[in-house]
């Protein structure tokens, strides 16, 4: 695992976003240097409870990931970085690299949006693979008409917690039908 660091670059969650065409949230790494960006496309689900721990609002009992990450402390278990490994036909894949109470290192295969629900939990670096920032941008930029083109940063501006109250209440059960 220590190996391989320099193919990734460290990102944060630089906030959440929605995809001014297809209404669907999206989570944007951004790197500390405010360089690069990587948006990714996640469910209404997943962007919820991003946003709950981004705003420090505290749910009256354990959410997916808290319970995830409570289970993992339980058991000795830490987090030692999640990382955005691949993209691979529009799907991002990621891994969540974890140390075993006695010592083993596990990886454990993720949908991006749990690894980076699960990092903000466990304030856990988040990594990205310099392979998948580079797809992403060439993706970008065969696509000049695309919807993919407008999030641009106007569009980064993170969604104030009223706002996500707001399309989570406006969401229908036909809304989570999305390809996971």
Do not use: C
């Not at 919820?48 to 278990?77: C, V, Y």
């Not at 083993?104 to 310099?130: F, N």
């Amino acid at each position: 695992m220590a190996g391989h660091r320099e193919d990734f670059i460290l990102m944060m969650v630089g906030g959440l976003t929605l995809d001014p065409t297809t209404k669907m949230p999206i989570v944007v790494l951004k790197d500390p240097d405010n360089k690069l960006n990587l948006p990714i496309w996640i469910g209404p689900l997943e962007a919820a409870s991003m946003a709950t721990e981004l705003e420090g609002i505290k749910p009256q009992r354990p959410m997916t990931h808290d319970l995830l990450r409570n289970l993992l402390t339980e058991l000795g278990a830490t987090v030692e970085a999640v990382e955005v490994t691949e993209l691979r036909e529009n799907t991002y894949f990621a891994q969540i690299q974890l140390r075993s109470h006695d010592g083993r290192a596990l990886q454990i295969d993720s949908r991006p949006s749990d690894a980076i629900s699960l990092a903000l939990r466990t304030k856990s670096p988040i990594y990205v693979a310099k392979q998948v920032l580079e797809v992403s941008s060439e993706l970008h930029e065969s696509q000049p008409g695309d919807q993919q083109q407008s999030v641009n940063d106007q569009n980064l501006a993170s969604v104030s917690r009223d706002k996500w109250s707001e399309i989570l209440e406006r969401m229908s059960p036909e809304d989570f039908k999305y390809k996971m």
